[in-house]
């Protein structure tokens, strides 16, 4: 039975959503400032969080990015919760690593769903990565395991999603991957809401890995990996 801890202040909200999340054999626990849901979260057992992002302490945003950085629970999946809808919040939250992004009010069955599918994408990930645990380009070093990209053997430091965009464009060297693709293929957002998203974490990417020049846009078609392999010995 899939564990989830939600992590909201609105102390309306955790008992009827912990009584439907029961309903679909899920066991949601609550926590209302962010210090006590990283507590709980370190001691483990849980399969994914849902944060929101009006919160005491640090925001949404701030809690996300902390616990990305976190060893053991930097992989858990998140989805953000917010009153706020603007496309820039969904943005925010998408380039700090959040899985999902559902605004205030909302359907309990969409969260259960939406929590439910980033669920079955983390179980599916390890199998997918499995044959191949370090992608190696000219200038250009991916490591699956570690979640470690190095450019002419310096460390970069990437966001989550940076991190996923590229792995997945590394994954297929030359294919190229349009903007729906990757959104589906990443975080399963719905893509029309988000194809914006992916042209702003491209263009943060391709800045970071300067002065290569990997990532290669194709005209109304999308983006693909243009690195080279290594020179030969």
């Not at 926590?31 to 994914?48: I, N």
């Not at 929101?52 to 950085?69: K, N, S, T, Y």
């Not at 002419?152 to 966001?159: I, M, P, R, W, Y």
Request: proline share 7%; hydrophobic share 45%; with cysteine.
């Amino acid at each position: 039975m899939p564990r989830i801890l939600l992590i909201d202040d609105d102390v309306h909200l955790a008992p009827p959503l912990t009584t439907y999340f029961a309903r679909f054999d899920c066991t949601l626990d609550s926590a209302q400032r962010p210090s006590e849901g990283l507590t709980r979260l370190r001691a483990g057992g849980y399969d994914a969080a849902i944060l929101d992002v009006m919160l005491p302490e640090m925001d949404g945003f701030a809690l996300c990015r902390q616990i990305r950085a976190e060893p053991g629970i930097g992989d858990i999946p998140i989805v953000m919760l917010t009153a706020r809808g603007e496309v820039m919040d969904r943005v925010v939250g998408l380039e700090l690593g959040a899985d999902d992004y559902l605004p205030k009010p909302f359907e309990p069955r969409e969260l259960v769903a939406r929590v439910q599918t980033i669920l079955r994408r983390q179980r599916a990930r390890p199998a997918a990565a499995a044959p191949a645990q370090r992608l190696v380009f000219d200038g250009l070093a991916i490591d699956l395991d570690r979640r470690e990209v190095q450019r002419h053997g310096e460390v970069l430091e990437l966001t989550g999603t940076e991190f996923e965009l590229l792995a997945l464009l590394a994954s297929e060297p030359g294919k190229v991957f349009g903007r729906d693709d990757i959104l589906n293929r990443l975080r399963g957002h719905e893509a029309e809401l988000y194809t914006r998203a992916v042209d702003i974490v491209v263009s943060r990417l391709r800045r970071k890995l300067e002065p290569l020049e990997c990532i290669k846009t194709l005209r109304n078609a999308g983006y693909a990996l243009a690195v080279a392999p290594p020179p030969a010995a």
